[in-house]
Protein backbone atom coordinates (compact mmCIF):
# COMPACT_ATOMS: atom_id res chain seq x y z
CA UNK A 1 0.00 0.00 0.00
CA UNK A 2 1.32 3.31 -0.89
CA UNK A 3 0.85 5.87 1.88
CA UNK A 4 1.78 9.61 0.74
CA UNK A 5 1.84 13.22 2.62
CA UNK A 6 -1.83 13.77 1.51
CA UNK A 7 -3.03 10.77 3.39
CA UNK A 8 -1.22 11.83 6.18
CA UNK A 9 -2.66 15.69 5.58
CA UNK A 10 -6.31 13.81 5.28
CA UNK A 11 -5.87 11.96 8.76
CA UNK A 12 -4.77 15.07 10.55
CA UNK A 13 -7.44 17.10 9.50
CA UNK A 14 -9.98 14.84 10.82
CA UNK A 15 -8.07 14.42 14.23
CA UNK A 16 -8.15 18.67 14.71
CA UNK A 17 -11.88 18.05 13.43
CA UNK A 18 -13.01 15.56 15.77
CA UNK A 19 -11.05 17.45 18.78
CA UNK A 20 -12.65 20.38 17.99
CA UNK A 21 -16.27 18.71 17.40
CA UNK A 22 -16.84 16.22 20.91
CA UNK A 23 -15.01 15.59 24.22
CA UNK A 24 -12.64 13.53 23.36
CA UNK A 25 -9.72 11.84 26.28
CA UNK A 26 -7.28 11.53 23.33
CA UNK A 27 -6.67 11.73 19.42
CA UNK A 28 -3.52 10.64 17.90
CA UNK A 29 -2.42 9.99 14.47
CA UNK A 30 -0.51 6.96 13.49
CA UNK A 31 2.24 6.67 10.85
CA UNK A 32 1.60 3.61 8.50
CA UNK A 33 5.03 2.25 9.99
CA UNK A 34 3.68 2.25 13.64
CA UNK A 35 -0.09 0.92 13.13
CA UNK A 36 -1.08 -2.10 12.77
CA UNK A 37 -3.12 -1.12 9.78
CA UNK A 38 -0.40 -0.35 7.55
CA UNK A 39 -2.03 3.01 7.01
CA UNK A 40 -2.09 6.48 8.03
CA UNK A 41 -4.39 6.19 10.91
CA UNK A 42 -6.67 8.01 13.21
CA UNK A 43 -7.15 6.91 16.95
CA UNK A 44 -9.33 8.57 19.00
CA UNK A 45 -10.93 7.92 22.81
CA UNK A 46 -13.89 9.88 22.90
CA UNK A 47 -15.18 10.53 26.35
CA UNK A 48 -18.59 9.45 27.29
CA UNK A 49 -19.95 7.80 24.13
CA UNK A 50 -22.26 4.79 23.43
CA UNK A 51 -21.46 4.73 19.86
CA UNK A 52 -19.97 6.82 17.37
CA UNK A 53 -21.64 9.89 17.22
CA UNK A 54 -22.64 11.61 13.49
CA UNK A 55 -20.13 14.68 13.87
CA UNK A 56 -17.31 12.19 13.94
CA UNK A 57 -19.01 9.52 11.07
CA UNK A 58 -19.22 12.93 9.04
CA UNK A 59 -15.82 14.24 9.40
CA UNK A 60 -14.25 10.12 8.66
CA UNK A 61 -16.45 10.27 5.65
CA UNK A 62 -15.15 14.27 4.70
CA UNK A 63 -11.32 12.97 5.02
CA UNK A 64 -11.78 9.75 3.04
CA UNK A 65 -11.00 7.35 5.95
CA UNK A 66 -12.31 4.11 7.01
CA UNK A 67 -13.80 3.16 10.10
CA UNK A 68 -11.96 -0.14 11.64
CA UNK A 69 -13.65 -2.44 13.81
CA UNK A 70 -12.74 -2.01 17.73
CA UNK A 71 -14.20 -3.31 20.49
CA UNK A 72 -16.90 -0.98 22.90
CA UNK A 73 -15.87 -0.11 26.27
CA UNK A 74 -18.56 1.11 29.06
CA UNK A 75 -17.98 5.29 29.31
CA UNK A 76 -16.23 5.73 26.01
CA UNK A 77 -15.74 5.25 22.51
CA UNK A 78 -12.94 4.06 20.58
CA UNK A 79 -12.12 4.82 17.30
CA UNK A 80 -10.12 3.91 14.48
CA UNK A 81 -9.84 4.85 10.94
CA UNK A 82 -7.42 4.57 8.47
CA UNK A 83 -6.99 6.03 4.63
Do not use: F
Not at 51 to 77: D, F, K
Request: glycine residues 2%.
Amino acid sequence: MSCTVDDRKQVRRAARAIRDSVPTIAVDVVAPNASRHDAWTLDAVLRERESVPPEVLRELALAGLTLQPVPSQVGYQHVVATV
